[in-house]
């Protein structure tokens, strides 16, 4: 069965720093989205993809975050530079004909 | 905006004993819900999902779902509980049809115990 593949699975750094997560899509799916995570809390949507294109990044911290899909396969979520309260499960989804298929996330710890 | 509230942080069961986890939705119209389940290390699956069809849906591993306009309730029930059972559930709500942008509730920490 197709998967959606992250790495890496987990990330520790230090504030100021930066880090990169990427995604691999299952096959074939045009839409792809990152996701946050914070501990105790639901995944909230960070920025979605259509292709190579940005459909929604309302909630993408846009100072410190960005997020490129340049051949509209994988994915990369970058931050820079990292803040304590980034610490999170970054997700990354993509979707199929009736449903979004997650990856197992990037747990992310700043120190 | 869409938004649901899970009524209970953490839910304690049995194992054979039924499980109720429950979730209210806010929605400008109608609206898809789903619940997803997230083991420890591992991503998140859905269980079911309800699309204006059925309002009694069945889900994977035993687990169904009620969609109850009235109430605005889509609670998450199974009648037995298993140990495999143990993890995070979400409900979920998707802006419009079609599946697009998901907002996830705080989620409900299900423990079962032997």
């Known amino acids: ?111 | 905006a869409q938004s649901v509230t899970q009524l209970d942080s953490h839910v304690s069961v049995s194992e054979g004993t039924p499980v109720l986890l429950r979730c209210n939705y806010s929605s400008s119209y109608s609206p898809s819900l789903f619940w997803y389940v997230q083991h420890p290390n591992k991503g998140l699956q859905l269980l079911l999902k309800y699309t204006s069809a059925a309002t009694l849906v069945k889900g994977i591993n035993g687990f169904e779902a009620e969609f109850k306009k009235s109430e605005t309730s889509f609670h998450l029930t199974k009648p037995s509980a298993h140990m495999s059972d143990a993890a995070e559930y979400f409900c979920v709500v998707s802006d419009r049809a079609g599946f697009q942008k998901l907002v996830f509730g705080t989620g409900t920490r299900l423990l079962v115990s032997p």
Not at chain 1, 10 to 16: A, F, P, Q, V
């Open chain 1, 1 to 111: 069965e197709a998967e959606v593949a992250q790495s890496p699975r987990y990330k520790i750094t230090e504030k100021s720093q930066a880090v990169a997560f990427w995604c691999d899509p299952i096959s074939g799916h045009a839409t792809l989205y990152w996701y946050r995570q914070i501990l105790g809390q639901g995944p909230e949507l960070l920025v979605q993809f259509q292709d190579e294109s940005v459909v929604d990044d309302s909630q993408l911290p846009k100072d410190r975050f960005s997020a490129e899909r340049l051949k509209g396969v994988d994915s990369t979520l970058k931050i820079q530079p990292a803040e304590l309260g980034d610490s999170a499960m970054y997700l990354c989804a993509t979707r199929g004909s009736h449903e979004q298929f997650f990856g197992p996330g990037t747990r992310l710890t700043v120190l």
